[in-house]
């Protein structure tokens, strides 16, 4: 009894196990497939000055529809790239695509002060990553103080130094640089020493328990203290209610990003929203 219910287990087992090997080939399968040809997209979420409520800026977020799954999260395929080398690929399609899209949205007339794009580790560890940013822009004819790369704490760890030095040529060339999901990652105030910073943005995860627990709420106005003595911008991102919105702004925040205000959307969306805010005189 105990015997065949221990082999069945085991047999179960592996086979769950092998299937899993076998999704995951497969999805990166269809991953490699939508970047060759036109499998992924681009959203824009708009950030919002509190005090105007103005739109200030925007974060680039890539999105992929599978041709049978539906959409994936980010959170799902940006880790499988890493994980099966199409990183760098990847993150080259983003930065073109959005320049691309940008130079479009001002070619027709609008102004939106500021792009936010996200860089993986991999990107920022790839052999001359700061010309290839520098010379996609120029192609576009894009200014760099237009454009902040979005850089999180856990992408420092490995090769602390080459990181940074690339950081740095990227405030050189004159974009500003984030450090995402801040308050998630490890050593936060060390590296707050050490990073050529303009922009802290303040994790969801606080944000989201910082109306119902004290102890949420003391730690993003510490952060919200930490970036004004520092200097830098502030961004609360995953602001989704009123009461989030009204305590920020309590606390001294300028900026948020959240579904309170709005949610990613695509090229044409935006357009549209910032024609018609850009009419109202916001
Ligand atoms: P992130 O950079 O921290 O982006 C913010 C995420 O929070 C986005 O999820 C956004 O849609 C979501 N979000 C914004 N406001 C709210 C809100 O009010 N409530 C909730 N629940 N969520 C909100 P998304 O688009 O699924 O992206 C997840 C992560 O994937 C990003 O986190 C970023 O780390 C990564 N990612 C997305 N696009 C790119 C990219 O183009 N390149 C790289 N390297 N990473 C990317
Ligand atoms: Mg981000
Ligand atoms: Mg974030
Ligand atoms: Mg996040």
Redesign the pocket.
């Known amino acids: 009894e105990a015997k065949s219910a221990g082999r069945n287990t085991f047999c179960f087992y592996n086979h769950s196990m092998s299937n899993q090997a076998r999704d995951r080939l497969a999805l990166e399968q269809a991953l490699r497939e939508a970047l060759a040809g036109d499998g992924l997209s681009l959203?824009f979420?708009p950030k919002v000055t509190l005090a105007t409520q103005a739109i200030c800026g925007a974060?680039?977020?890539?999105?992929w529809s599978h041709p049978v799954l539906g959409p994936i999260?980010?959170?799902i395929f940006?880790p499988l790239a890493e994980r099966s080398g199409l990183?760098v690929e990847?993150?080259a399609w983003?930065v073109n695509e959005a320049c691309r899209q940008v130079s479009e949205l001002l070619q027709a007339g609008i102004t939106l002060p500021s792009v936010a794009?996200?860089?993986?580790v991999q990107?920022l560890e790839r052999l001359g990553v700061a010309e290839f940013l520098a010379d996609t822009l120029e192609r576009y004819g894009l200014q760099p103080s237009m454009f902040e790369f979005?850089v999180?704490e856990t992408s420092l760890i490995h090769r602390e130094k080459v990181v940074i030095d690339v950081l740095q040529r990227l405030r050189e060339q004159g974009f500003g640089v984030a450090l995402?999901?801040f308050g998630t990652g490890y050593s936060s105030l060390s590296y707050l020493r050490k990073l050529p910073l303009s922009t802290l943005?303040i994790d969801?995860s606080f944000v989201v328990d910082m109306t119902e627990d004290e102890v949420s709420a003391s730690i993003v106005q510490t952060i919200i203290s930490l970036a004004e003595n520092l200097n830098l911008h502030l961004v609360a991102?995953?602001?989704?209610t009123i009461e989030q919105r009204d305590r920020l702004m309590e606390m001294g925040c300028d900026t948020v990003?959240?579904?309170?205000y709005y949610?990613?959307m695509d090229l044409q969306e935006l357009i549209c929203l910032l024609s018609s805010s850009n009419a109202s005189g916001q």
């Open positions: 959203h979420q974060e680039v977020l890539v999105r999260s980010p959170a940006i990183m990847l993150g983003v794009i996200n860089l993986s990107e979005e999180t995402d999901d943005k969801r991102e995953g602001v989704e990003q959240g579904y309170l949610r990613p």
